[in-house]
């Protein structure tokens, strides 16, 4: 069994605004609870809503999950049924792009996704993670412990 190094997950910054929604949704769902101007159904359809919507974002971050290895990267996708990719450090060792991919506001939050590119077929990605860059330089070294000269 090989020791993982990290676990990784999208982080909850990714999701701001969906956080926001959903929060939002509750809040008003409890006002409209205080409030009798509204209907009650308007309260259970903006609480219910507000719920299921921050439920699906939750299970979105946990379907998710990348493993960083010894000897390999684990990306594991899925709950109850899940999928596995292994991508091993020694292939990458001839892998010409390496990158994270930042925006204005991921910058800011620190999150990012790190990209590899070897050819045609064996490009992935390990998207909004944080740290992206203290994550790319733990994968490159890595690489460079498992590269054959």
């Known amino acids: ?19 926001f929604c959903g929060f939002l949704l509750l809040i008003l769902s409890i006002e409209a609870l205080f409030n009798t101007s509204f209907p009650s159904w308007t309260t259970y359809l903006a609480g219910g809503t507000g719920i299921l919507f921050l ?19 684990v990306i594991t996708h899925g ?14 060792g001839f892998v010409p792009d390496l990158n994270v991919h930042q925006g204005t506001l991921q910058r ?4 990012g ?7 045609e077929h064996n490009t992935f990605e390990i998207k909004n993670i944080p ?7 733990m994968i490159e070294s890595m690489i460079q412990r498992h590269k054959k000269v």
């Open 113 to 119: 996704t790190i990209s590899l590119k070897g050819g």
């Open 131 to 137: 740290n992206p860059h203290k994550i790319l330089e």
């Open 55 to 73: 439920g699906m974002i939750e299970f979105s971050r946990a379907i998710l999950r990348y493993h960083i290895g010894e000897t390999k990267i």
């Open 1 to 19: 069994m090989e020791k993982i190094l990290k676990t990784l997950r999208q982080s909850r910054k990714a999701f701001l605004v969906e956080y």
């Open 79 to 92: 709950l109850i049924r899940q999928a596995k990719k292994h991508i091993y450090y020694h292939p990458l």
């Open 108 to 111: 800011m939050l620190s999150i």
